[in-house]
C-alpha cells in the first residue's frame, strides 16, 4: 500500500466533512452556545482546502488550487480561533484578525 500526500488530503477532507456534519447536527441541537456554528465553518473551509490540497498537481487549476489551499487553511484556522473565543465568553480581536488575514493573503498571492 502506498500512501502519498494526494490520499491524505482526501482522507483528511472526507473526515473533515464528517466532522462538519457531527458539528452541524451540534449546533442545530443546541444553538444557546456561542461558537459552534463557527467552528462547523471552519471545519468546512479546512475541509474544501484539503480537497484544494489535492488539486495542487493538476496542471489546469494548479495556481488556483494552490492560492485557495492557503486561503482556505487561513479562513479555517480564523473561523476556529472565534468560536473558540465566542464559546469561551472572550472577546474577538477583530481588528488584528482581519490585518493579520490582509497580510497574509497578500503574501500568498504575490
Known sequence: MHIDVHTLAIVLSLLNL?????LFIQYRVDQTHAGPG????????LAI?????????APAVARAAIIGNNLLF?????????GVLRFLGRPEPLRMLLALFAIVSAGIFY
Open 18 to 22: 464528517m466532522q462538519v456534519g457531527a
Open 38 to 45: 463557527l467552528w462547523t465553518l471552519g471545519s468546512a473551509a
Open 49 to 57: 482546502g484539503f480537497a484544494c490540497n489535492y488539486l495542487r498537481d
Open 74 to 82: 487561513l479562513a479555517g484556522a480564523s473561523l476556529l480561533y472565534i
